[in-house]
């Protein structure tokens, strides 16, 4: 790949960001909080949205499956992976669609990605308990997914704006 | 460049053609469009609560009660009637040395205990709706809430119900 | 080119980059474990215990304030008991039994003479239909093992000589059994579950509670008034049911308590060669499946190993035979399901056991 080792350790340090805001939420903001089990506020999403307006989507689904990989490296079991993998990426999937239509700001392909990212593990869910019993709890994920996603837009929006957007033309 | 313009930082390099692919000036505020995503997604949340609230109408016929379910891995391996429990009934799974209690009350029913990591289906506490669910996903085990019809497995006719067989 | 701005950017940058590793190698430090949640502690009032043993699925589900105690002490019971009798397991007694006959007296544990010789009494009671010196029998036919294979008849004839029940010694003053034939071997598996049952049914009852259900892979055994204070009902198998495991796979409703319920029937293990199907329930004296005209014997009594060793037998003898058995010894009850769909069932069952309305492919008779 042709990509600047520069850009690859931004990509790395990213990714490493990613993790730590996903363990780091679960210190702040226990589960426990949340009235539906596997609710969180998702603050790693704030790298994916971020990486998908400065890097593209490449490097975003690297970030994303490294990040999946990693968790599952670190004393996570296979059920978890399969359903980061499956709720990151069907997210992902439908956040760059949203940045494609380029009517949506951070905050519609945000909430856009908070949905698709309960959806894909609810889906995920209901294949591996055999049983669409699970579905019950999508309506509740999917209202509280609409506010956090709107909430990591919000944080991602200033980070954003400080570090720019790159120009048509690629000018430095 | 202009002083107001915010300088961008040098990202993806290599050929001119992909920059140019990979350049997007984000809306960074939110815009009315985004109101139709967030409208949308509520759509799909309220549209979710009413097909499962038809379903759950459907299978609660005139004379029906409530059942407690219990799956492993998708087959049934207990099931109890909620409806005239006059104590606490309780099931245990056990296998691999993994443990998971479940217990049934008059109109509702709970994991009460479970050897899992993640304690998820524990703390879904009780349940009683019909099609509520506590899950325990590592096990594979579903705690449901069923609506049996009268036709299903009443327990009224001696001769169609029985406490177990023998074979 | 880089100008404040960016300069600022660019230090911004780097310090959320040192911030982020920062923080990561924090976070890592302090890897979660699990959130564990309070366990209520109320007692259970009624508490059930599902497991596998003896290569089959059991429950045990006790009522009453000690019911969880009692649930585990007769889950306990059970694995301890295959330990020492199941002749699978190399280290147990029956496998040490077997793997000295032809070499002397074996000692034994009280419990595990206590079945023999029980068992012995029941091969006498029904002149050798039950015998558990069947083990050899059962190996060439692949029963033991589950290589299943229809063995030849010279193989059958070199089996046979080595089943034979009278042969057994047993020695009461010192607890020795011999098998003097080498070759002799014993299987407990007609009589192992029912055994367990009376076990476990004693265990129970010494704790708090007030009845309880215990299902040993198909073998019965209830006691006590369920909480609504009804009889029990317990199904009695359909043989020819499709799927043994659907809810609705029962010919007929036995209501009941302080009894066992044991069921034997050439359904529950065979396997089919060359067109012909072979059950698991052996003849004793032809060495081979027995040929009986009945589909299943189910043995109603409050003693458990009895109904074991009976369903076995009365299967092997055949209807008349075991209607004859019943009318000379009448401590038990049956219920007998022929292969042309008929249901008989001894007299006094009369008033306990109908046959349900939808399986009308069946006919009850009471006999005496």
Redesign the interface.
């Known amino acids: 790949m042709r990509y600047s080792i520069y850009d690859l350790s931004r990509w790395g340090v990213l990714t490493a960001l990613a993790l730590a805001l996903s363990v780091t939420e679960t210190l702040f903001f226990p589960s426990a909080l949340f009235p539906v089990p596997g609710m969180r506020l998702g603050l790693a999403n704030i790298v994916t949205l971020l990486s998908i307006y400065l890097f593209g989507a490449v490097p975003t689904m690297l970030i994303v499956l490294i990040r999946c990989l990693a968790t599952f490296a670190f004393g996570g079991n296979l059920t978890s992976f399969l359903f980061s993998l499956a709720g990151g990426f069907l997210s992902l999937f439908f956040m760059l669609l949203l940045r494609k239509l380029r009517v949506f700001s951070l905050f519609g392909v945000s909430v856009g990605g908070s949905a698709a990212h309960n959806i894909g593990q609810i889906l995920i869910a209901c294949l591996l308990v055999r049983s669409w019993a699970i579905l019950s709890y999508l309506p509740v994920l999917l209202l509280v997914s609409i506010v956090t996603g709107l909430l990591i837009a919000a944080l991602s929006a200033p980070v954003y704006k400080a570090v720019g957007a790159i120009r048509p033309g690629g000018d430095s | 460049m202009t002083t107001n313009d915010p300088s961008p930082i040098r990202t993806v390099t290599p050929r001119r053609a992909d920059a140019d692919k990979l350049a997007y000036r984000a809306h960074y505020r939110f815009c009315r469009w985004d109101a139709v995503v967030v409208l949308f997604v509520l759509l799909l949340a309220g549209g979710l609560v009413f097909g499962l609230y038809l379903s759950a109408k459907n299978s609660l016929s005139a004379s029906s009660h409530k059942e407690a379910v219990l799956t492993v891995d998708g087959t049934e391996v207990w099931r109890v009637s909620l409806s005239g429990l006059t104590a606490a009934k309780e099931y245990t799974v056990t296998g691999n040395g993994e443990k998971l209690v479940v217990q049934a009350e008059s109109g509702k029913a709970r994991v009460l205990s479970s050897t899992c990591r993640d304690q998820i289906c524990v703390r879904s506490g009780w349940i009683s709706g019909i099609g509520q669910t506590a899950v325990c996903l590592p096990y594979r085990v579903v705690l449901r809430i069923d609506a049996v019809g009268n036709g299903a497995a009443a327990p009224s006719d001696t001769n169609t119900s029985y406490d177990v067989i023998s074979k | ?3 404040n ?2 300069y600022a ?2 230090k ?2 780097r310090r ?2 040192s911030a ?2 920062a ?2 190698v ?3 430090l ?3 474990g ?4 309070a ?2 502690n ?1 007692p ?9 043993a003896m290569n089959t699925y059991m429950t045990i ?1 006790c009522y009453g304030p000690d ?2 105690a009692a ?1 585990d002490a007769g889950e306990a019971a059970v694995y301890e008991l295959e330990k020492t009798e199941s002749r699978m397991i190399s280290t147990s007694e029956i496998s040490r039994i077997n793997a000295n006959s032809g070499k002397g007296p074996v000692t034994v544990s009280q419990e595990t003479f206590d079945i023999i010789s029980d068992a012995v009494q029941y091969a006498e009671k029904t002149q050798g239909a039950f015998d558990i010196t069947i083990a050899p029998v059962m190996d060439i036919w692949g029963f033991g093992d589950g290589n299943y294979k229809v063995p030849t008849d010279v193989q059958i004839q070199a089996a046979l000589p080595l089943v034979n029940w009278k042969e057994i010694k047993l020695d009461a003053a010192n607890l020795t059994v011999e098998l003097p034939v080498a070759g002799m071997q014993l299987d407990l598996g007609g009589i192992g579950k029912g055994f367990a049952s009376d076990k476990v049914q004693k265990i129970i009852k010494g704790y708090n509670v007030t009845a309880a ?1 215990i ?1 040993l892979g ?3 055994a ?1 006691f006590g008034p ?3 204070g009804s009889l ?6 359909d043989p020819n049911a499709p799927d ?1 495991n659907a ?4 010919l007929g ?3 009941g308590t302080d009894i066992s ?3 034997s ?1 050439g359904y ?1 293990r065979f396997f089919v060669q060359g067109g012909k199907t072979y059950i698991h329930i052996m003849d004793p004296a032809t060495g081979k499946p027995a040929e009986s005209d009945l589909l299943s014997v ?1 043995i109603v009594t409050p003693n458990g190993m009895q109904g074991d060793c009976l369903s076995t037998a009365l299967f092997v003898m055949g209807k008349d035979k075991a209607m004859t058995y019943w009318r000379d010894h009448k401590d038990f009850s049956c219920i007998l399901v022929t292969t042309s769909g008929e249901v008989f069932a001894s007299q006094d069952l009369k008033d306990k056991f ?1 046959l ?3 399986k009308t492919a069946y006919t009850l008779q009471f006999f005496s």
């Open positions: 080119m880089a100008d701005r960016s950017n660019m911004k940058l959320m980059r982020a590793t923080v990561l924090f976070a890592l302090m890897t979660s699990c959130a564990s949640s366990l209520a109320k259970p009032v009624s508490a059930g215990v599902d497991f596998f589900t019911a969880k649930a259900l299902n198909g073998n019965v209830v369920k909480t609504d029990w009902k317990i199904g009695i198998a043994p809810a609705d796979a029962f409703v036995l209501t319920v044991i069921t029937g529950e189910s109908a349900v309305d939808t």
